[in-house]
């Protein structure tokens, strides 16, 4: 099973237009901002997990509309943010909110547009306190996840086990999340709501990871924007705290390198990558993790489908 | 009646014996500063007043702490954010968590304090729904009233009308909740809950105007501290809303003064304002929101008692 484009765009659609019902009145230094964020762009890819999620579980009206569109409001504030604590300049082609406007309308912004989401997480006509509990406690993961990376550009001992925890609290939970309020949304039985959850998690934990392979590996020139500045940034990923941990000093010799020269500090880089087997290594993991979400899904039975097609939608983007 | 300082301590330590419960672990970026603000002080007015609320519509035991905290914990995220976006470097007598820390930090731990705070209302046994959607829409308020207070900062043409709707979003609205959290914990009938809101709203404005008034015409050497700074910055209060409206000129002369020589521009100000009569007519304001917020009580019969005695607590202060 796949899931068609056709089916894809009327999902999107849905979703952007609730997203610019959400906040279309207020003082100029909010409304702005945030319409100008939620209009942005974006691949919506958490909101459709939701919805899929609701409908492979038997809700087929709009009980999980409210629900995605608070879980992309949610994504949304923490990137206004990000951005603005990484001082990135653009986001999907575009001025960051904090360099169109100014940090304190860009903290501001995110501010409303969490509380915009958390409004629009209550319009939920099923399941409202479940639903505010699971957001709460993704929400808090976030964060978590946000504290530990910036705790760790300043760390080069930093485990696999403190790396894993970290993109599971930064970027699981929210897939994780996105998945268990379609649930939530569908009035499934507790032991489903955690599988999707956890599948959910499991699938983040593997894009990320893969996130990282496509940066160094991948041929388009899209990827590998964004890996220079992290790196440079001090930024860990599961491919250099890997590396760090077998070739210490070649990797660290590899990282100042790069700030004089990226390009040939990245060359060095996957070579070692590649050497050490690294590469392999991260390719394996991503494989392993992607078994563990789907068997997850187990438990729905034929259901599963729609999800299936879902991860693999997620996983085989090329850029 | 009066409110026994034997009492309001007792109330002070439990406030302040659950803020510390409430993260006690997690990465140490966030545990850090968040215990840090939590314990640094501040008169814990708004849980009080949920507290009082709660015990004057009879409910006598916890209920109402886990909203009362909440408030508190909603009120010292705005500070923690305010403070990045307006600079300040001291807060009670201590270095700000982005002064401390930095602004990555600061940003970071004010939106993990609103998601504590969010978790800590989802503990209450009792009301959580409504209490909920009271929180959202209080917390969108506050930041809808840092909104407008930025956009007037670029006008000088800012009407009374709308100097009142900025501090109603930005101050009335917290004491509103922390009042309204109070009633739902105590389980009142909505006409009672409607009240108790309206009683802190306008509270919150009366003790707004009078915090201007004492910071200008206050023999205490402890006022006077911030309205310098926030004359420096364009900061509209409703003593200079006032003055712009009857003596543009000569008003926008004395704040063009304080730039250069604060005291100087200070006394020019004092004078225009005492000549103009806006002293008067600002005490008169006070005066009267204080009799619409009493007003408000009635409904409680001779419960009313206690929160009376907390608004002349809250107003006769003199720093």
Same mark, same amino acid.
């Given at each position: 099973?796949?899931?068609?484009?056709?089916?894809?765009?009327?999902?999107?659609?849905?979703?952007?237009?609730?997203?610019?019902? /959400?906040?279309?009145?207020?003082?100029?230094?909010?409304?702005?901002?945030?319409?100008?964020?939620?209009?942005?762009?974006?691949?919506?890819?958490?909101?459709?997990?939701?919805?899929?999620?609701?409908?492979?579980?038997?809700?087929?009206?709009?009980?999980?509309?409210?629900?995605?569109?608070?879980?992309?409001?949610?994504?949304? *504030?923490?990137?206004?943010?990000?951005?603005?604590?990484?001082?990135?300049?653009?986001?999907?082609?575009?001025?960051?909110?904090?360099?169109?406007?100014?940090?304190?309308?860009?903290?501001?912004?995110?501010?409303?547009?969490?509380?915009?989401?958390?409004?629009?997480?209550?319009?939920?006509?099923?399941?409202?306190?479940?639903?505010?509990?699971?957001?709460?406690?993704?929400?808090?993961?976030?964060?978590?996840?946000?504290?530990?990376?910036?705790? *760790?550009?300043?760390?080069?001992?930093?485990?696999?086990?403190?790396?894993?925890?970290?993109?599971?609290? &930064?970027?699981?939970?929210?897939?994780?999340?996105?998945?268990?309020?379609?649930?939530?949304?569908?009035?499934?039985?507790?032991?489903?709501?955690?599988? /999707?959850?956890?599948?959910?998690?499991?699938?983040?934990?593997? *894009?990320?990871?893969?996130?990282?392979?496509?940066?160094?590996?991948?041929?388009?020139?899209?990827?590998?924007?964004?890996?220079?500045?992290?790196?440079?940034?001090? &930024?860990?990923?599961?491919?250099?705290?890997?590396?760090?941990?077998?070739?210490?000093?070649? /990797?660290?010799?590899?990282?100042?390198?790069?700030?004089?020269?990226?390009?040939?500090?990245?060359?060095?880089?996957?070579?070692?990558?590649?050497?050490?087997?690294?590469?392999?290594?991260?390719?394996?993991?991503? &494989?392993?993790?992607?078994?563990?979400?789907?068997?997850?899904?187990?438990?729905?039975?034929?259901?599963?489908?729609?999800?299936?097609? *879902?991860?693999?939608?997620?996983?085989?983007?090329?850029?």
């Amino acid at each position: 099973m796949t899931i068609s484009p056709e089916y894809l765009s009327t999902l999107r659609e849905r979703i952007d237009r609730r997203l610019v019902e /959400v906040y279309p009145h207020g003082p100029r230094l909010l409304a702005e901002p945030i319409n100008y964020v939620l209009t942005g762009g974006g691949k919506r890819l958490r909101p459709i997990l939701t919805m899929i999620t609701a409908e492979a579980l038997g809700t087929r009206d709009d009980r999980a509309l409210h629900a995605a569109v608070a879980v992309e409001i949610l994504h949304n *504030f923490t990137l206004v943010h990000d951005d603005v604590m990484d001082q990135d300049r653009t986001r999907h082609g575009q001025p960051t909110v904090h360099t169109r406007w100014d940090e304190g309308v860009a903290i501001l912004t995110g501010d409303a547009m969490f509380i915009n989401a958390l409004g629009e997480l209550q319009r939920s006509s099923v399941a409202v306190t479940a639903m505010s509990q699971a957001f709460t406690k993704g929400a808090l993961a976030v964060c978590e996840g946000q504290a530990l990376d910036k705790e *760790f550009e300043s760390r080069s001992d930093v485990s696999l086990e403190e790396y894993r925890t970290m993109i599971d609290l &930064k970027t699981g939970y929210m897939l994780g999340l996105a998945a268990e309020l379609g649930a939530l949304a569908a009035g499934s039985e507790p032991a489903q709501v955690d599988s /999707v959850r956890r599948f959910g998690q499991l699938l983040g934990r593997a *894009f990320q990871i893969q996130d990282d392979l496509l940066e160094l590996f991948s041929d388009s020139g899209t990827m590998g924007k964004s890996l220079g500045s992290d790196l440079l940034a001090d &930024k860990k990923t599961y491919l250099v705290v890997a590396a760090l941990d077998v070739a210490r000093e070649e /990797v660290q010799g590899a990282l100042e390198l790069a700030k004089g020269d990226l390009e040939a500090g990245m060359d060095v880089l996957r070579d070692l990558l590649q050497q050490n087997g690294i590469q392999a290594q991260a390719e394996g993991v991503v &494989k392993d993790t992607i078994a563990q979400a789907l068997d997850e899904l187990n438990i729905l039975g034929e259901r599963k489908q729609s999800l299936v097609a *879902f991860s693999q939608l997620v996983l085989n983007r090329k850029n």
